[in-house]
């Protein structure tokens, strides 16, 4: 053997055959068949070999004994990779090698300085990797379970192996990790998945995205990003920092809910609740500082001027937060949970609407601050020196808020009070990529609108500007700048609607589906709940039975960074969740109540109404309201239908019962009604949501007529219509509406033909115990008890007496 020769081991690398590099990587020496001998005698060298090397001494043994590979020869195989080209290529190879003539002494030298270099930096990698998981390296760990040729983020591509990888990342060293990122790096090929690429018919902005980016952005000091982060109180760090212990998470399926009662001055009636031992509850300070607060640079200065529309007076320079605004805040910023059931869009909708997008913003900005600080920190320091777990302030992917809105309309809203909130009145425009499309999509034309449309006021409010439901758009905020389509792996903010979400998330066997975005969602908005039941309530729950699950890909996620409670696969448990709508509905108390479980605990708003909705109906009419029975809540479709097929329908039927509207809140309850007249062959007609606008037409006019005596109109047609029908004289409610200002408006639809009829008049409602909220929005709280309580099953109301 020769001396160790003068050059570095990558220049003799480079002058190994890809044959030889083969053999090198494969067996961490050179084939024998390459070894140079030199004429010169010298003394024999003992050099430290790995335990891999083969030895025509040790043949016997390796045939017994399974053959260990280094640590370091296991490392070259996964950063190295043959292609088939390389292959096909060995047998042209062998023939140059057996032409080439043999080299001199002193570059047979070098063969020998390699195999010291790899004997000893074998060594070095096993002393530096104490740590690792079940005692193999990353490089370890690859080598046992990847394929030959197979890079490592085609590993982690399976589902399978993927699942396992947050818990494996999650224990190895700094340097291995550090190799681990770089592997990811360089064997990446194109996107990360195929759920970021977009469909041909939909838009997203690729040309931002370095601009966007959180991995190669840094905190900019004049933005001050970082300063409110570095208070201790502040509720976003309490949040994220709070440890949950596994005795605490097995406990959530087992403990008893705990409930407190408080009364706020605006909000009223408030229910703390929590299935964690702990139940903290607080009351709403009389004055509210915005330094108290902790906003996030420049929202404490430019909330003041966005929410100015809502202050008026003294208000306005004592308070940046209307009444109901500011207790809705000290809730939000708690990062409880919270469910307000009074949200209309006429009152106080838009007041709402500013102080949820004022703690999202917030939200974000503190996020995506830590994140580009925490980059700042590692550029400044070496790789290894500190705590990893002081830089795991990331999720398993980048959307952190899903903001779930009914139309475009007010998706458009919402992102006009962004701009507004990151631009002020200062007089540097922000950066807004794609805001003419954007507006263009998503606006809406005056013109479009007929000019004779007379509706109601609630109804102008909701079905305002653009009301498409089918939807979805990526946001991403840095610092100053909203880049809009941004592609979902991208974005901060997702904004859409539960269809645009459904057809995305797709359901089982399909095989274009995603929903990896929705794992680390942290602040779940859901406005207008309401609306949602009269679209298509189970688009809701497809969605929440999605929200928070472990990705299937890794999405090129740097493990290192991800915080150790959405490795867990906790993040249900930190995720907040802000529930507004215009009603107590029975699915929606139930979506809050199972789908809802932060640590922090969940607020909602309870107010029973005193008075109902029958007190707003203007004609004289009597109210007859008749309780069926039901043994539980799955039988009571089955018992409603019979009681009004044997009880209520028999009483109509005669021809003197002439023009008898049935209002039907359940579109499969139509359906079965309709089906059944049908088969009774009774004089009817039927308007539903679905029915085109010639039928709705004639219907209408063979009701006014007296040619058709019944007429089967559904809720959710008189909640996108809002028609008058003309020509009743007698009503029955086959189940209470959903909405409790439909009792009054359909009642005083009867006032619209008055012919001198109104002692021939009547109204008749079904209902059970298990109606006992709409019956309350109704008939008021006090009624609907006595009547619930009430050993009769006929009640008797009238209404505009004179």
Known sequence: MGKRGSRSQSQLLNTLTKKQKKHLRDFGEEHPFYDRVSRKE???????????????????????????????????????????????????????????????????????????????????????????????????FTAGICPAGASVPKLFSSTDKYLEAPHFTSKLHPEDMALYTDCQEKGREGPPGKSQQASPEEFTDAKHESLFSLETNFLQEESGGSCSLKVSQDPFLQHVNKELKDKDVQAVGTNPKTTHQLKWPTLGQLVFSSKFQKLETFKPSKDIDLKSLHLQKPLESTWTKTNSQFLSGPQKSSSPFTPLQKELFLIMNSYRDLFYSERTALKNGEEIRHVYCLHALNHVLKANARVLGNNSRRRSQKLGVGDDDDFRDQGLTRPKVLIVLPFREAALRVVQLFISLLEGDSKKKIIVSNKKRFKGEYGSDPEERPPNLKRPEDYEAVFVGNIDDHFRIGVAILQRSIRLYAPFYSSD?????????????????????????????ELLIIDQADIYLM???????????????????SHGVDFSRVRMWSLNNWSKYYRQTLLFGALQDAQINSLFNKHCINLQGQVAVRNVPMTGSISHV?????????????????????????????????????????????????????????????????????????????????????????????????????????????????????????????????????????????????????????????????????????????????????????
Request: negative net charge; contains cysteine.
């Open 618 to 802: 203007l004609v004289q009419l009597p109210h007859v309201f008749q309780r069926m029975e039901a043994e539980n809540v799955a039988s009571v479709i089955d018992a409603r239908f019979n009681f009004f097929v044997n009880k209520i329908l028999p009483q109509y039927r005669d021809a003197v019962m002439s023009h008898t509207l049935i209002y039907v809140p359940s579109y499969f309850d139509f359906v079965r009604l309709r089906n059944y007249f049908k088969k009774e062959e009774l004089n009817f007609t039927h308007i539903c949501e679905y029915t085109k606008k010639s039928g709705v037409s004639r219907a209408r006019q063979f009701f006014l007529q007296g040619e058709k005596q019944f007429l089967l109109l559904t809720e959710r047609f008189h909640f996108y219509k809002r028609y008058t029908i003309k020509g009743i004289r007698n009503l029955i409610f086959y189940e209470l509406p959903t909405y409790p200002h439909f009792y009054s408006e359909i009642c005083n639809m009867l006032k619209a033909t008055n012919r001198g009829e109104e002692a021939t008049w009547t109204c008749t409602v079904l209902y059970s115990k298990y109606d006992a909220q709409r019956l309350a929005a109704v008939v008021g709280v006090e009624r609907a008890a006595q009547m619930l309580q009430s050993k009769k099953n006929v009640h008797l109301f009238i209404t505009g007496e004179k």
């Open 535 to 553: 679209q298509n309530w189970e688009h809701v729950l497809h969605l929440m039975s999605h929200m928070n699950l472990l990705p299937l890909d």
């Open 42 to 140: 010298t003394k024999p060298q003992i050099c430290q070999l790995s335990e891999s090397s083969d030895t025509s001494d040790s043949e016997s043994e390796a045939d017994s004994e399974p053959e260990q590979v280094s640590g370091y020869c296991k490392l070259l195989a996964t950063l190295k990779d043959i292609s088939e080209e390389e292959e096909d290529d060995e047998e042209e190879e062998e023939e140059i090698i057996d032409e080439e003539p043999e080299m001199s002494g002193e570059d047979g030298d070098g063969d020998v300085g390699v195999e010291e270099e790899m004997a000893a930096e074998s060594a070095d990698m096993q002393e530096t990797s104490a740590s690792w998981f079940l005692g193999l390296g990353f490089s370890g």
């Open 493 to 521: 903010i997702l904004i859409a609607s539960p269809l645009g979400l459904r057809t995305i998330i797709g359901g089982e066997g399909e095989k274009k589906r995603d929903f990896d975005f929705l794992s680390s969602i």
